[in-house]
């Protein structure tokens, strides 16, 4: 696909920006060895999941390891053109050096001018050969990888690429993208890349993908959303059917996550209000991730968008509630680890400086600490987005360059080697501390969005459907290639 160019981009934010002011106004670590070997995680095998932690080990020797991660989607398409691997080379060696052991990056490109699946089950070997030296060169930096297998979004194809090649196929009844969750025809193109990712033998290392620890897990889609069944409804069959079948291929060896941002639906023990702006997006953060196969839940984290034009110490306070909130679901309802896949922060000047992101990086990097130190289910994240110096054509307002943007890479590198300390801790000591610290407390939900913690007013009917294509735009620019 076409890059939007730059000045294309902010002219599209500053529109959106400009519409949703006037509809205010007019409203009034453990690291992995390498990918060669059948250990990872400190050599304790594949990373499993004990209650709401993760763990390395069996048996009565489990011990916690935590994540500090990054994303970086590029680094298939890089890695694809020898000529470019340094990069790809450069950037898990930066990461190395700062502490992170977490990379959340994509494995799938449908369709477009740099596909890895170019038709459906018709792969590009080069791209495929990208992807192999993304992981090796991964676990010979002691990283792991969340491998994600489709884009709810157009970029890279994603759900819509599929459905269109169905229609191209001659299969009819299929109005739009979100056929992709019940169409059986585009449910059997899915699984079909599920079973060819799982199963290729990397030809860098010699070991299928399905049996190298140096992958973390499999996410079965980025950000899944559903507008044609705002009540979740659909989604959630799509991953009780998923996540299953990734499972079976894989042999349960990796962990299965649905990818979702942490929308809440209806529910039980969810609560519309709990969403930026009360609006549904087609999950339910509880339901989804209760179902079978999936092994740990997933939030991210963008108030500056999602919450646009709000005071910052109202989006502060969402960031803080929302992670809250989500920390309590996943220990009260689901026993599952939580991880915070994305955040970040949208560097605009005028608006938002390299001093406010360093900021929004210590309240969630605080979060993720406080909780993993205190026996809690926030076991990590993975900022939006790393890249590397000379990478400026995929700028997007989030990247963090850690040689150049020093602040930060202080803050994240701070930030890993004080989770690294708390790897290898006994899972049982660390379950029975964390019941002595929460004690008699009584179980309760945090309201997030609602109020004035949420910056809505009464009458801001049409300012949250343009903060989310905001967010939709930056990513746009961000991913397309």
Not at 193 to 200: D, F, G, P, S
Request: net charge negative; aromatic share 10%; charged share 20%.
């Amino acid at each position: 696909m076409a890059r939007p160019r730059p000045g294309a981009l902010a002219a599209s934010l500053l529109l959106l920006a400009a519409s949703a002011a006037a509809a205010r106004q007019h409203h009034g670590l453990l690291p992995a060895v390498a990918s060669n070997s059948n250990d990872t995680a400190g050599g304790g095998g594949f990373v499993g999941v004990d209650g709401t932690q993760f763990v390395v080990g069996g048996g009565n020797n489990k011990s916690t390891i935590y994540f500090s991660g990054f994303n970086a989607y590029w680094l298939m398409l890089l890695a694809s053109d020898p000529a470019r691997r340094p990069k790809v080379v450069a950037a898990f060696r930066q990461a190395s050096d700062h502490g992170l052991n977490l990379a959340r990056t994509w494995a799938f490109s449908d369709g477009g001018d740099a596909p890895l699946q170019a038709a459906p089950g018709v792969y590009d070997e080069a791209m495929f050969q990208g992807l192999d030296f993304v992981i090796a060169e991964a676990g010979r930096h002691g990283i792991c990888l969340l491998l994600c297998l489709v884009n709810n979004f157009p970029d890279f194809g994603g759900k819509r690429q599929y459905v269109a090649w169905a229609r191209e196929a001659g299969h009819g009844g299929l109005a739009t993208a979100d056929h992709f969750f019940n169409a059986t025809v585009v449910k059997d193109y899915y699984k079909s890349h599920v079973k060819r990712v799982l199963t290729r033998v990397n030809t860098v290392t010699g070991v299928a993908y399905k049996d190298d620890p140096t992958i973390l897990g499999w996410e079965l889609m980025n950000e899944p959303r559903c507008d044609a069944d705002p009540t979740g409804a659909m989604v959630q069959a799509w991953v009780e059917e998923m996540a299953p079948y990734v499972k079976s291929v894989d042999g349960g060896n990796h962990l299965v996550t649905a990818g979702l941002e942490g929308f809440y639906g209806a529910g039980a023990h969810e609560s519309k209000d709990l969403n930026p702006w009360g609006i549904y997006y087609g999950t339910n953060f509880v339901a989804t991730h209760l179902a079978a196969g999936v092994d740990f839940a997933t939030i991210h984290l963008y108030p500056d968008v999602w919450l646009w034009g709000s005071a910052p110490a109202k989006q502060a306070a969402f960031l803080r509630n929302w992670t809250r909130s989500h920390a309590e679901a996943a220990e009260l309802y689901l026993a599952k680890p939580l991880l915070v896949t994305e955040y970040g922060k949208f560097l605009w000047e005028g608006v938002a400086n390299e001093t406010q992101r360093d900021g929004f990086l210590g309240l969630v990097l605080d979060s993720i600490y406080d909780s993993a130190k205190g026996g809690g289910p926030i076991v990590g994240g993975a900022f939006w987005q790393l890249l590397d110096p000379g990478m400026d054509a995929l700028r997007d307002g989030y990247e963090i360059i850690l040689p150049e943007d020093t602040r930060a890479a202080t803050i994240i590198g701070n930030h890993s080697r004080m989770l690294a300390e708390l790897n290898g801790q006994d899972v049982e000591e660390v379950r029975r501390r964390r019941r002595r610290r929460r004690g008699a407390h009584n179980s309760r939900k945090v309201h997030v969005a609602s109020g004035t913690t949420s910056g809505r007013s009464s009458d801001d009917d049409d300012t949250p459907q343009l903060n989310m294509s905001l967010l939709s735009l930056v990513k746009q620019f961000s991913w397309a290639m």
